[in-house]
């Protein structure tokens, strides 16, 4: 079978984004699966880091429809703003004008959430900006004791998560740099260096989260080029006790992908890994699977 996508299972150390705020109190984003509560990155966050750090949103452009009576910020799409010569749009967009059509195009590229591998422990943190109201205390003649509110003293928590967690991402192959909407297509060397703009996003990820600046590099990859546009490994990869599952893994390898590990002694069966799946390094796999894409649209 042609290949058709290509697919990637990811273990990564990041932290949490957050949910909706109650008052002064910050909440991850939690999933509720087998009785326990696990802390999640969304994939519409992961999404947006990887966009941003592909440079995929360095040509975005906006447009408020200020003609309807609840304004719409979108992303601006017509016949010279398109997925063909926009990288901002292979993302995805609904364009909708208030007077003329509608234009729809799903995105060539889907992610899922960031789910940990342990149940999620509250960690609560406790701050305030107690060095900015005192600084503002003393320009004011106020005391920060007494006059905590007319200083502006907030104190604020939130729970924080730092943990293991797995995601994939698919990129669909024929859907890269097209525009149905427009019949416009990008030529094949602009298709390549878009996949290998997430590809290098995802090897070398960065998150940023209530100040906090966040490696999520893998530590563990599973795929490759697929002729199934899925997650393939989304099902296969788990964790166990900080101890990957290795069979439903193995089988799938056989179907003619590859892995990597770091060995950084996060996962505890790292030995076994080694044995069993014989990984590659971090570095080698990415550049193996940059050479695979820029084959493929060299056909």
């Given at each position: 079978?042609?290949?058709?996508?290509?697919?990637?299972?990811?273990i990564?150390?990041?932290?949490?984004?957050?949910?909706?705020?109650?008052?002064?109190i910050?909440?991850v984003?939690k999933v509720?699966?087998?009785g326990?509560?696990?802390?999640?990155?969304?994939?519409?966050?992961?999404?947006?880091?990887?966009c941003?750090?592909?440079?995929?949103?360095d040509d975005?452009q906006?447009?408020v429809?200020?003609?309807k009576?609840?304004?719409v910020?979108?992303k601006?799409v017509?016949?010279?703003?398109n997925?063909?010569n926009?990288?901002a749009?292979e993302g995805?967009?609904?364009?909708?004008?208030s007077?003329?059509?509608t234009?729809i195009r799903?995105?060539?590229?889907?992610?899922?959430?960031?789910?940990a591998?342990?149940?999620?422990?509250?960690d609560a943190?406790?701050?305030?900006?107690?060095?900015?109201?005192?600084?503002y205390?003393?320009?004011?003649?106020?005391?920060?004791q007494?006059?905590?509110?007319?200083?502006?003293l907030?104190?604020?928590?939130y729970?924080y998560?730092?943990?293991?967690k797995?995601?994939?991402?698919?990129?669909?192959?024929?859907?890269?740099?097209?525009d149905?909407?427009?019949?416009a297509?990008?030529?094949?060397?602009?298709?390549?260096?878009?996949v290998?703009?997430?590809i290098?996003?995802?090897?070398?990820l960065?998150l940023?989260?209530?100040?906090?600046?966040?490696?999520?590099?893998?530590?563990?990859?599973?795929g490759?080029l697929?002729p199934?546009?899925?997650?393939?490994?989304?099902n296969?990869v788990?964790?166990?006790?900080?101890?990957?599952?290795?069979e439903p893994?193995?089988?799938?390898?056989?179907?003619?992908?590859?892995c990597?590990?770091?060995?950084?002694?996060?996962?505890s069966?790292?030995d076994?890994?080694?044995?069993e799946?014989?990984?590659v390094?971090?570095?080698?796999?990415?550049?193996n699977l940059r050479?695979?894409?820029k084959?493929y649209?060299?056909?």
């Amino acid at each position: 079978m042609k290949n058709k996508a290509l697919t990637l299972t990811v273990i990564a150390n990041m932290t949490s984004n957050y949910g909706e705020t109650l008052g002064n109190i910050s909440s991850v984003q939690k999933v509720f699966r087998g009785g326990k509560e696990y802390a999640t990155r969304s994939r519409e966050s992961l999404k947006n880091a990887i966009c941003v750090q592909s440079g995929f949103y360095d040509d975005l452009q906006t447009k408020v429809d200020s003609e309807k009576e609840r304004k719409v910020t979108q992303k601006l799409v017509n016949e010279e703003i398109n997925a063909s010569n926009c990288r901002a749009l292979e993302g995805g967009y609904m364009f909708t004008k208030s007077k003329g059509a509608t234009y729809i195009r799903n995105s060539s590229f889907y992610l899922t959430d960031a789910v940990a591998t342990e149940p999620f422990i509250n960690d609560a943190r406790f701050h305030n900006n107690l060095y900015l109201a005192t600084n503002y205390a003393k320009a004011n003649n106020l005391n920060v004791q007494n006059n905590a509110k007319d200083c502006g003293l907030n104190p604020y928590q939130y729970e924080y998560d730092k943990s293991s967690k797995i995601y994939s991402l698919t990129i669909d192959l024929e859907k890269i740099g097209k525009d149905e909407n427009f019949g416009a297509e990008a030529d094949n060397a602009e298709k390549c260096e878009r996949v290998i703009a997430l590809i290098n996003a995802v090897e070398n990820l960065s998150l940023v989260v209530k100040g906090n600046l966040d490696n999520a590099e893998p530590i563990f990859v599973v795929g490759g080029l697929s002729p199934r546009k899925t997650h393939i490994f989304e099902n296969a990869v788990s964790v166990s006790g900080k101890r990957l599952i290795i069979e439903p893994i193995k089988e799938k390898l056989a179907q003619g992908y590859s892995c990597a590990l770091m060995r950084n002694g996060e996962l505890s069966n790292e030995d076994e890994i080694v044995r069993e799946l014989n990984p590659v390094s971090m570095t080698e796999f990415f550049e193996n699977l940059r050479g695979q894409v820029k084959e493929y649209f060299s056909e």
